[in-house]
């Protein structure tokens, strides 16, 4: 470095270069910029059609182990059936852990849903641990199994986002929620509704946060939920006519953010529970009548020109 501040100096004195050119060199030489990385030529070898016919390999082999299992599984003991969906779940993780670091995307993609696997075996594993050998209630067994699978799941997500562990975690949450709610007396009907809702509004924000990934596997689920939720108190005798606003303020809600926000998925959304709310409004408040019919007609018109409007003033939003 010595050496190079002589040389520079030296150039500076005999007008070679200037100050500015001498301080620019010593930052080039202090700071190098690094190399450009090489293009990883590995990633991606295996076709995808390779991908599939693996899959289907698999179930294929999987069934034929479950068909020949049954022909002596009533023989077995419950301690005996347990064991054996543990020991599947074992191999399912311990072959999905093996393939966790792999540069190909096809390895990756298997390794999660090897992962997802070993979630249900060892699921099975502890529903007959708590159904027939330790005698719990169902909605006990089921809250435990679900709330066991929250924490599996969510470590499983965060040491690998992927679309099959963010469908077991939310799977497994769900099943804790609903579970829980039936340890005491039964609820009416229309209670899951409002319930599954509030959880797919949760599920929605918190991945929205970025929080869950992949965010927008969570920003689906919970809207799949919401609508669900609405679909059911819709159901129910003295809660059908809120639950059809619920649903409908819902798909508008997406809807709505979705044009706001140009988020062609909220869009996606909202005009699937558009198409599944109005019909029903119709029907509840008019009947199968001209009326009702002659409403469905209106709310698609306006539809359409809602669509060609936007289309047109997109730019001034």
Do not use: C, K
């Not at 698999?58 to 301690?79: C, G, K, R, T």
């Not at 819902?250 to 699937?272: H, K, P, Q, S």
Request: aromatic share 12%; net charge negative; hydrophobic share 55%.
């Amino acid at each position: 470095m010595i050496d190079l501040n002589r040389q520079l100096e030296r150039w500076i004195g005999d007008g070679i270069i200037t100050s500015e050119q001498a301080e620019l060199m010593r930052h080039s030489v202090l700071q190098p910029e690094p190399p450009p990385e090489l293009p990883d030529v590995e990633e991606g070898r295996i076709p995808i059609i390779t991908e599939i016919l693996g899959y289907v390999g698999a179930a294929l082999a999987i069934w034929a182990v479950m068909f020949l299992v049954s022909e002596f599984w009533e023989n077995l003991s419950d301690w005996a059936q347990a064991g054996l969906f543990g020991a599947l779940g074992i191999v399912l993780f311990a072959s999905g852990a093996t393939l966790l670091d792999t540069i190909e995307p096809a390895f990756r993609r298997l390794s999660s849903v090897l992962w997802a696997g070993s979630v249900l075996a060892g699921g099975g594993a502890l529903f007959i641990v708590f159904d027939p050998i330790l005698s719990y209630s169902p909605q006990t067994t089921w809250t435990l199994i679900g709330a066991i699978g929250v924490v599996v799941g969510g470590l499983m997500l965060r040491r690998q986002p992927s679309v099959a562990q963010h469908l077991v975690l939310f799977g497994a949450a769900m099943t804790t929620i609903m579970s829980a709610i039936r340890l005491g007396p039964e609820p009416e009907f229309f209670v899951y509704g409002f319930v599954a809702w509030g959880v797919g509004l949760t599920w929605l924000l918190v991945s929205r946060s970025g929080i869950l990934q992949p965010f927008s596997v969570g920003i689906v689920l919970g809207a799949i939920a919401m609508l669900y939720g609405a679909q059911i108190a819709a159901i129910e005798g003295e809660t059908d006519t809120f639950g059809i606003f619920l649903g409908l303020a819902t798909a508008a809600l997406f809807a709505t953010a979705g044009v706001m926000m140009r988020d062609r998925l909220a869009i996606i959304l909202g005009g699937i529970g558009i198409f599944w709310f109005v019909p029903q409004a119709m029907f509840h408040f008019f009947g199968e009548t001209f009326g009702g019919m002659f409403g469905i007609f209106v709310t698609g018109m306006l539809i359409i020109g809602l669509a060609i409007w936007f289309g047109r003033h997109r730019e001034a939003l």
